[in-house]
């Protein structure tokens, strides 16, 4: 997702009959400030508006002495498809560049989405019963 803002995930593994309990979207900014209003922790599921909450950050990423990296999550259980599997597409994540341009062959600049994994916890009456924390 650097340096365009989106991307898709798609799911293939919930097992038929299963239905959706939760669903989070993680994501990952590399940028110089967190302040509320700013546009990090915001994007599109499926071109639905999604706002993450910030867990966390860490130091410079040692190439640029003033940025972070911060870290979001969103709840995004009420966008799921039926079943969980499907294509789910990304957008208007935070990014300077957003042409695709190669970040190693032309650099990039902050601030830029580093990447997104989307986590299903998901029912079978089938199944045994697991407890899951995230």
């Known amino acids: 997702?650097?340096?365009?803002?989106?991307?898709?995930?798609?799911?293939?593994?919930?097992?038929?009959?299963?239905?959706?309990?939760?669903?989070?979207?993680?994501?990952?900014?590399?940028?110089?400030?967190?302040?509320?209003?700013?546009?990090?922790?915001?994007?599109?599921?499926?071109?639905?508006?999604?706002?993450?909450?910030?867990l966390g950050s860490t130091g410079e990423p040692g190439w640029d002495f003033l940025s972070r990296t911060y870290g979001y999550r969103a709840d995004v259980t009420a966008r799921?498809?039926?079943?969980?599997?499907?294509?789910?597409?990304?957008s208007n994540f935070a990014s300077f560049y957003t042409d695709g341009r190669d970040p190693f062959s032309s650099g990039s600049a902050v601030p830029m989405v580093e990447g997104a994994t989307l986590v299903i916890v998901y029912r079978q009456l089938t199944g045994p019963n697991t407890l899951v924390k995230i």
């Open 1 to 54: 997702m650097r340096n365009t803002g989106y991307g898709s995930i798609r799911v293939s593994d919930v097992p038929a009959g299963a239905t959706v309990a939760k669903a989070y979207l993680f994501w990952a900014v590399v940028g110089r400030s967190s302040a509320p209003g700013f546009y990090y922790y915001k994007g599109k599921i499926n071109g639905y508006a999604i706002s993450g909450t910030l």
């Open 80 to 90: 799921m498809y039926k079943g969980g599997n499907g294509r789910y597409d990304l």
